[in-house]
């Protein structure tokens, strides 16, 4: 099966401009997930969609950030204005089902952000 | 916030010996899982434990849970080069947001 796609695979962008992250999950993956991931740090769940529907965003930065994942497949994350700590890995995974019970996450390779 | 730790940060070997890394959480879990990732690439999950299990065994991973403790391991036997890279442990917690939850990552270096 074709794997999660993400894009672009990197963006260098000036802070206070506006920036958006496209993700394409494996097919027939109900749940997909954005995680931020600073370096050196493990990934940080910033939302959670479960179809179309947004199941966790608890730890979105909502004044800047934004998702939608429209008609339950792609989804797009964006960012404005962007500010010098939000230069990080943006990761986009999918599961088969809700994080609860077995399921295992599939990730893309990331978009690689940095703000100068 | 992040629920696991794992220990130690950085591991370095040589090719044919045994990698052991540790995680300890805070709450209860569902299960918990760990990923390995290459530098500059995506996670990959290598083993998930459910907390009504002690042991479970992939290929040359073996992985162990305590749940009385709060931790597990990771034990990487016959290690390669190739297994190069950070691993991280990541949970589910029992109840509340079902949310997977990873811990800072080991970054193991195999020396050929």
Known sequence: EAGVAQSPRYKIIEKRQSVAFWCNPI???ATLY????ILGQGPKLLIQFQNNGVVDDSQLPKDRFSAERLKGVDSTLKIQPAKLEDSAVYLCAS?????????????GNGTRLTVT | SQQGEEDPQALSIQEGENATMNCSYKTSINNLQWYRQNSGRGLVHLILIRSNEREKHSGRLRVTLDTSKKSSSLLITASRAA?????????IT???SEKLVFGKGTKLTVNP
């Not at chain 1, 954005?34 to 991931?37: H, M, P």
């Open chain 2, 94 to 96: 029992q109840g509340g």
């Open chain 1, 27 to 29: 097919s027939g993956h």
């Open chain 1, 95 to 107: 599961s088969r089902q809700g994080a609860r019970g077995v399921s295992s996450l599939h990730f």
């Open chain 2, 83 to 91: 297994d190069t890279a950070s691993y991280f442990c990541a949970t």
């Open chain 1, 34 to 37: 954005w995680y931020q991931q």
